[in-house]
């Protein structure tokens, strides 16, 4: 199971990284603004629901090399702080640079706004390498039963995308004029991203 600073310590990173703008979470504003709130918390549920698949995916990946061999998992958590801290630089890097737009509106139904979503994030690559590099480094291997540890974090990542996507989508119009009024808070978002991105990685690449 998780210790309570284990999964406050995983909540507060992931609302942080969920909160900062990207693809997914301007997909899900610019599909409110599009289309309507009911049309951005549909994508957004879609959105937040295709990380089940990537937990997943950790949960037997990770699991797996666990058993095999602890070396391997510190290896694993070596490579995935070291793609964290590359991550926290790129976001330093191009701060600011992704804006919000329009989503296509294409007289898609709720139903099926909900499964491109979920498809969109299942099917992202990019997505399932940030999953094996962030989930590992909240596991704390001497606390055993590492496929729960996994699997409680991915719920918890999942449930907070959930929430704020669906949260998004439903103050979409207001949220997008408010940041295009603003156009100085995405780069600090994305630097505060960075930063927590860097920190997590630096942690876990001088840590035993």
């Known amino acids: 199971m998780l210790s309570l600073a284990q999964a406050l310590a995983f909540l507060a990173a992931a609302l942080v990284l969920t909160a900062t703008p990207g693809p997914d979470n301007l997909m899900v ?6 289309r309507g709130r009911r049309a951005g918390m549909a994508f957004g549920l879609g959105c937040a629901l295709g990380c089940l698949s990537h937990t997943l995916l950790a ?19 070596g490579i995935g702080g070291a793609y964290l801290v590359w991550m926290g630089v790129q976001a330093w890097r191009h701060a600011g640079r992704v804006a919000v737009g329009g989503a296509a509106g294409d007289g898609a139904s709720l139903r099926q706004l909900f499964a491109k979503g979920l498809v969109a994030n299942a ?5 399932v390498l940030f999953f094996l590099a962030f989930l590992p480094q909240f596991v704390v291997a001497q606390q055993g039963a590492v496929p729960l540890q996994l699997g409680l974090l991915g719920l ?25 009024r603003r156009p100085a808070v995405g780069p600090w978002l994305d630097r505060l991203a960075g930063t927590v991105f860097v920190g997590l990685g630096l942690r876990m690449m001088v840590s035993r």
């Not at 990542?157 to 989508?169: E, K, M």
């Open 29 to 34: 504003l610019g599909m409110g603004m599009s």
């Open 59 to 77: 949960v037997v990946g990770v699991s797996a090399l666990v058993a095999a061999s602890p070396l391997a998992f510190g290896l694993l958590k």
């Open 123 to 127: 099917i992202n690559p990019k997505v």
């Open 156 to 180: 918890i990542f999942t449930a907070q995308a959930a929430l704020l996507f669906g949260l998004l989508g439903w103050f979409s119009g207001s949220v997008g004029a408010w940041l295009n």
